[in-house]
């Protein structure tokens, strides 16, 4: 036992890259499957080729983000004092955020190949049975799943083994601490950066080929969305990969690190009780910073184990059955095995500013994330899933129109808020209530340790769904798009909860991080009462509007383009639908590739240069308040108005498209039946258009973009501390007629700068800067 104890550090990293040698071992296993006829493997092809043509598209223009973003940190670094309040940084987290951006990156092309591969192999599996189509999907969304916690593990607990030893750290409260765990944020900060760009750039990708393939090849020429004579089928298969698959990744391995980072940096502040001089937990107080990234390691091993409970007999099983007992699996084995962890590592008293708790309070408050998870998961299922009320509800209005159809899903989306928020302030205001702040935070490590089963249930989605069109594509028996249809009805509920998790998620670590921003910052509380914070708080709120306006109108600016395209290809080469002429699929792979790289730039700068206008922008403008009380009404704001539009939107796009999908087995609308191509079905195919960029580009962004922000506001929190000299103070100091030492100005201003602080009055403020002269 005192041997793990001395050599805990260095478990992380090994969990971590068991992860990573178990996904390689399943992702050789999904290649060797058969990949079925040399037409399935032609199309499977050009899915594959569009896929990487556009992430190397995306990396090309990323690469010069990273590299001017990491100048920018890098000379940030050696910023020592900043208005004689000393800084703990270094240049360092330059590297620590390329290698962070990588990371993120590969965690996308990961997920990418995986996705690509086992998705045509899917379908020759599904040409034997439903059991060995599941095995070869599911197989192939844990090789992603896997590798996303791998590597997130792995690159966090070795960057942090190397910055204890490059900053000589010996105490987790000390100034050496401060330093690693500041450059440590940029690991966070390269990670959140990359998926918001990725979840974005590849939202609207998707969408932009899905809506045209919509709206001309089912609507207009009355064939499948499938079928291979849709000019744009190939672009809207390779938009599942970037998107779906690359995005999701990129946005769960970030969500991943942020949650870990924001408990570690809260973590060392708490104070851990000494005996003679010496921690009591053995781990010589550094056991609230080990915490998270030890149960997220075993959150791995846990997650490995719930997929072998992933498994079906016969054509009659149920699919969601099999996916809910291997995810129930992970997280039992993560609670139980977080008691022993915790009682093992923590002491038994622990104070973190003020709050003073247990070591089984933050077992309690894990146990709280886990219970948040997994209520956000079954109540985004009841909301989006066929067969389910809210789904039916929409169903019933497709039979009168298509407006009707869209006041029903816009009515359930802001209805399946409700019990999500209230479980998210339950959450909230337990896991405090057991641990303080400290218990916010850990409660969504303990949320988030599962990652890889989440992602392994998600991943699987999106392949069964290119299974399916692959199938169509290929005109394979009937029996063959049965299973892959059986796989795909699943897998998009299963895409919704992914997407409720995410949010659930992303709420409690923004939450997190935000306290580590006040503690960083200096300030004391955000007090609402002050015009300009509540003013920051408005157009906090405002973001996520404007955000999802600018992702909706890209992809409908890019979905005319394809549109455009695809009526011309149908014009102008014949033969298409009689099958004599194969359709011009590059273009439309083109004109999303182009239209998603060029429409992610605003929405991106939006989340990384509002919180820096913000906090640099306003400091000094208003003397009694400071910028980082105002950007910290600004991410309140940000983060509520977020959670709920993401919320509303993934729950509405999700519920739209299972309506559209029920009608394929038919539906009874005041009793009669209705099938595919009838009128309700149209009308529910313009709901699922309306609702595309709803769940796949805007909604799942939001989380992003609360985490983002949250991070870029951490980042900058010592530049813009409260505790240095305030504006009055520069202005006297700099005054030629003051003949005063710096150091005789800081004595002499301390009453002003308590007057500040306290927020009295502009006359007792003046009062207080007349005494200067």
């Known amino acids: 036992m005192e041997f793990l104890q001395h050599n805990l550090i260095y478990l992380i990293p090994a969990l971590g890259m068991i992860g990573i040698i178990v996904m390689a071992f399943k992702s050789a296993w999904v290649n060797k499957q058969d990949a079925g006829d040399a037409n399935m493997k032609e199309l499977a092809g050009y899915i594959a080729d569009g896929a990487m043509a556009f992430l190397k598209a995306e990396w090309r223009v990323l690469s010069i983000f990273v590299i001017f973003t990491a100048a920018l940190l890098a000379y940030s670094g050696t910023i020592h004092e900043v208005n004689g309040v000393p800084l703990h940084s270094s240049w360092i987290i330059s590297i620590s955020f390329i290698i962070g951006a990588v990371f993120s990156a590969t965690a996308g092309y990961i997920g990418m190949k995986a996705a690509t591969k086992a998705n045509v192999r899917t379908t020759q599996a599904a040409r034997t049975s439903l059991a060995k189509a599941l095995k070869v999907s599911f197989t192939g969304g844990t090789v992603m799943g896997l590798g996303v ?233 009841y909301y989006t899933a066929m067969g389910k009320g809210p789904v039916n509800s929409i169903i019933q209005q497709s039979g009168t129109g298509h407006a009707t159809n869209i006041i029903g899903g816009l009515s359930v989306g802001m209805k399946s808020t409700v019990a999500p928020i209230l479980v998210l302030a339950a959450g909230i205001i337990f896991s405090y209530a057991f641990a303080g702040l400290y218990g916010v935070a850990i409660a969504a490590a303990g949320m988030m340790a599962t990652t890889a089963m989440q992602l392994a249930i998600d991943a699987f989605g999106p392949i069964a769904d290119n299974a399916g069109g692959i199938a169509e594509m290929s005109q394979l028996p009937p029996e063959v798009r049965e299973r892959t249809d059986n796989l795909d009805a699943v897998g998009n509920t299963t895409a919704a909860t992914g997407k409720g998790f995410a949010i659930a998620s992303a709420a409690l670590t923004s939450l997190a991080l935000f306290a580590a921003f006040v503690g960083v910052a200096g300030i004391d509380a955000i007090d609402i ?123 509405a796009g999700g519920a739209w498209d299972n309506a559209k999908k029920s009608f394929e087995k038919g539906v009874e609308i005041n009793g009669e039946m209705h099938y595919k191509k009838s009128e309700p079905h149209k009308a529910s195919v313009t709901g699922d258009t309306v609702g595309d960029p709803f769940k796949d580009t805007s909604g799942p962004s939001m989380n992003i973009l609360i985490k983002l922000m949250s991070i870029v506001s951490l980042v900058i929190a010592p530049y813009i501390a409260v505790g240095g000299l305030s504006p009055i103070q520069e202005v006297k100091t700099k005054t030629k ?3 005063i030492s710096k150091t005789s100005a800081v004595e002499l201003a301390k009453p002003l700068q308590k007057v500040v602080k306290n927020g009295n009055t502009p006359n007792s403020t003046s009062a207080e800067a007349t005494k200067l002269n």
């Not at 991943?256 to 060392?268: D, E, H, K, N």
């Not at 395209?565 to 590739?593: L, N, W």
């Open 149 to 381: 916690a791998g590597l997130a593990v792995l690159g966090l607990g070795g960057l942090f083994i190397v910055f204890l030893h490059l900053f000589n750290v010996v105490a987790p409260n000390s100034v050496e601490m401060k330093t690693a765990i500041e450059v440590l944020t940029g690991f966070s900060l390269g990670a959140e950066s990359i998926a918001l760009f990725a979840r974005v750039g590849g939202g609207i990708y998707t969408k932009a080929a899905d809506v045209g393939a919509d709206l001309v090849g089912k609507v207009e020429a009355g064939i499948p969305e499938d079928d291979v004579r849709n000019p744009a089928t190939i672009a809207d298969n390779v938009g599942d990969n970037v998107g779906d698959v690359a995005g999701m990744g990129a946005d769960l391995f970030g969500s991943y690190v942020a949650t870990i980072l924001a408990t570690m940096v809260l973590g060392q502040e708490i104070v851990v009780e000494k005996l003679n001089g010496i921690a009591v937990d053995g781990l010589d107080g550094f056991s609230p910073v080990l915490l998270p990234m030890v149960i997220c390691g075993l959150g791995i091993i846990f997650s490995i184990v719930g997929t072998w409970f992933v498994r079906i007999k016969g054509e009659d099983s149920n699919v969601q059955t099999a996916l809910n007992l291997g995810n129930w699996s992970s997280i039992v084995l993560t609670a139980i095995a977080s008691y022993f962890i915790v009682t093992w590592m923590l002491p038994a008293q622990l104070e973190l500013r003020g709050v003073v708790f247990r070591s089984i309070d933050v077992f309690y408050a894990i146990i709280v994330g886990l219970v948040v998870g997994t209520l956000m998961s079954i109540i985004t299922e």
């Open 529 to 651: 009462y002050k015009a300009p914070v509540l003013a920051g708080l408005f157009v906090g709120a405002m973001i996520p509007f404007i955000f999802s306006a600018l992702c909706i109108a890209a992809v409908g600016k890019a979905a005319m383009d394809m549109v455009q395209e695809v009526r011309r290809q149908f014009r102008d080469i014949p033969g298409i639908m009689e099958y004599k002429a194969k359709p011009e699929y590059e273009k439309c792979v083109a004109i999303s590739t182009k239209a998603s790289i060029r429409e992610m730039m605003l929405p991106g700068a939006i989340a990384l240069l509002v919180p820096i206008i913000v906090g640099f922008g306003l400091k000094g403008v208003f003397p009694a308040v400071s910028s980082a009380e105002i950007l910290g009404g600004l991410l309140a704001g940000v983060t509520v108005s977020g959670v709920l539009m993401g919320i509303f939107q993934s729950n």
């Open 737 to 739: 007629n003051m003949q």
